[in-house]
Each structure stands twice: as C-alpha cells, then as structure tokens.
T-cell receptor
Framework: AQSVTQLGSHVSVSEGALVLLRCNYSSSVPPYLFWYVQYPNQGLQLLLK??????LVKGINGFEAEFKKSETSFHLTKPSAHMSDAAEYFCAVSVNTGGFKTIFGAGTRLFVKA | DTGVSQDPRHKITKRGQNVTFRCDPISEHNRLYWYRQTLGQGPEFLTY????????KSRLLSDRFSAERPKGSFSTLEIQRTEQGDSAMYLC???????????????FGQGTRLTVV
C-alpha cells in the first residue's frame, strides 16, 4: 500500500525567504509523485509531478521538487516566497498497478509574512 | 473552459435528507474519481470509474453512498439519509487512461461543499 507523510501541518516564512515543504512517501513499487496547491474553497491545482524521468522536477510558479529514492522523500522548494504563495499544499503518490488512485498527505498550510 | 465541472458548488441540507452531486469530467478523459476532503485534511479517495465501470470503492463509501457514471461521461454521487459527519468538500477529478507518456495526474474540479445541519 502507498502512503504519504507531510512533515509540519503549518509552515511560516517571510516574503523573499526560502520555502521548504517536506514530504516522505511509502510505496512497494516505483511511485509517481505529485505536489498540488489548494486555495480556499477551491479545487486542487497541480504544481509539479515526478514520473521516473529527471529526479529534479520543476513546476509552475517557481516551485521545484527533488525525488530522493534513498530517503523516500519528495520535498518541495521555492527560493523566494511571495505573498501569493500562501495556500495549502498537498503531496500525493500514485502507482500503476492495474487500478489507479492518488493518495494524498494531510497537507501543509504555508503562511507568508510581509 | 474545458476543465472538470462540479454542481452545485455549495449544498446545505438537513440531516436525514438525500443529496446528489454531479461531476462533468474533461471530455476526453475516461477515468473519473471522487474524493472527500474534511477540514484540515487531505482528500480521501472514495471511488473511481473507468468509462462506465466502477472499478474501485473505498471502505469509506458506506451503504448510504452511491456513485454512477451511466454513459461513461458525467457522474453523480448520491448520499442518502445524510448525517452531520457527511459535511465535507466532495471533489471530483478526471484523467486520461494511464500512459507512459506521463499523463498520470488527475485534474480536479472546484468541489461541492456539503453542510449537513
């Protein structure tokens, strides 16, 4: 079975500071990994995805994530936070085993201070 | 806009009433998923369709919940005899058939927020 653990339910950074949101996964088969962002009362928007190609994945809005198999991690980073980055971020995992569903972490709420 | 569409966006109902939500996926997507998201949590998988066939159901989907996708296009999620614990955001997503080309992500609608009073 697959699972995702997001470390830290809340992260607060100053505008212009580095953003680091942590995600660890568990999967018995090679996983596909995703980061989604959710703004209040909205659905989820894909930020980036790892699909077994390059381990460093670049996404929208300046975000990137690095797949580290040895650490079973897929942390999300952004060099410089903007006020507009304040939102809920979800790490997710899925595998292609005939059936298909995406398993989400509990989420990390990012606060950006002026 | 040809994204995933959900209707209604908000629903307030009295405990014990039945409610039905609709999801229109992206037209060329043959996979459709329903998730439930409660406050402060990530989305939890409920069920998934490949065309009109319901291929997997979570144990979260009690007997009061039923989902259909009769013609392999839009889907409905019905909750019978609603309970206060059913209050949540219900998210629908769709995706094309899995390919190695990387079409692996699900595209989400904006959700239906259900409040049971």
């Amino acid at each position: 079975a697959q699972s995702v653990t997001q470390l830290g339910s809340h992260v607060s950074v100053s505008e212009g500071a580095l953003v680091l949101l942590r995600c660890n996964y568990s999967s018995s088969v090679p996983p596909y990994l995703f980061w989604y962002v959710q703004y209040p009362n909205q659905g989820l928007q894909l930020l980036l995805k790892y699909t077994s190609a390059a381990t460093l994945v670049k996404g929208i809005n300046g975000f990137e994530a690095e797949f580290k198999k040895s650490e079973t991690s897929f942390h999300l980073t952004k060099p410089s936070a903007h006020m507009s980055d304040a939102a809920e971020y979800f790490c997710a995992v899925s595998v292609n085993t005939g059936g298909f569903k995406t398993i989400f972490g509990a989420g990390t709420r990012l606060f950006v201070k002026a | 806009d040809t994204g995933v569409s959900q209707d209604p966006r908000h629903k307030i109902t009295k405990r014990g009433q039945n409610v039905t939500f609709r999801c229109d996926p992206i037209s060329e997507h043959n996979r459709l998923y329903w998730y439930r998201q409660t406050l402060g949590q990530g989305p939890e998988f409920l069920t998934y369709f490949q065309n009109e066939a319901q291929l997997e159901k979570s144990r979260l989907l009690s007997d009061r919940f039923s989902a259909e996708r009769p013609k392999g296009s839009f889907s409905t999620l019905e909750i019978q005899r609603t309970e206060q614990g059913d209050s949540a955001m219900y998210l629908c997503a769709s995706s094309p058939t899995w390919t190695e080309a990387g079409n692996t992500e699900a595209f989400f609608g904006q959700g239906t927020r259900l409040t049971v009073v």
